[in-house]
């Protein structure tokens, strides 16, 4: 999903869907058009919400898998965050993304894709 075409690999899996440019275009079309069965990866926590809202599976690149409760809870500590910083608090970044969080993303998503073929 993006405001312009992409290089996808070919796969009857994988599409690409090109959508108009603007401030959450795209984060508006996976949340209208995502369904249950759909596993949406994604480190934007508002878009995880939405998602887990409709009742398909988000997860984010470090493998956490968003739930009801987590996902609600992440959405508060990012507007808590923001609102520190709108008011001229350093609050830092995310920690640097390495190979433990390549290998938990990986073991979170197979147990996903996993409990969907079964």
Known sequence: MANRPMATPKSR???????????????????????????????????????????????????????????????SVRDFMHDLREMGVETGGAAQFGSKDKQRFANALDRLLTQRLR
């Not at 090109?18 to 996976?30: K, P, R």
Request: charge should be negative.
């Open 13 to 75: 899996w994988i599409s690409s869907i090109v959508v108009s440019s603007g401030q959450d275009v795209a984060d508006d079309w996976i949340a209208e058009h995502v369904s249950p069965d759909d596993i949406v990866i994604t480190a934007d926590i508002p878009l995880a919400a939405r998602v887990v809202e409709r009742g398909a599976t988000g997860i984010n690149p470090r493998g956490e898998v968003y739930t009801e409760s987590n996902v609600r809870q992440r959405l």
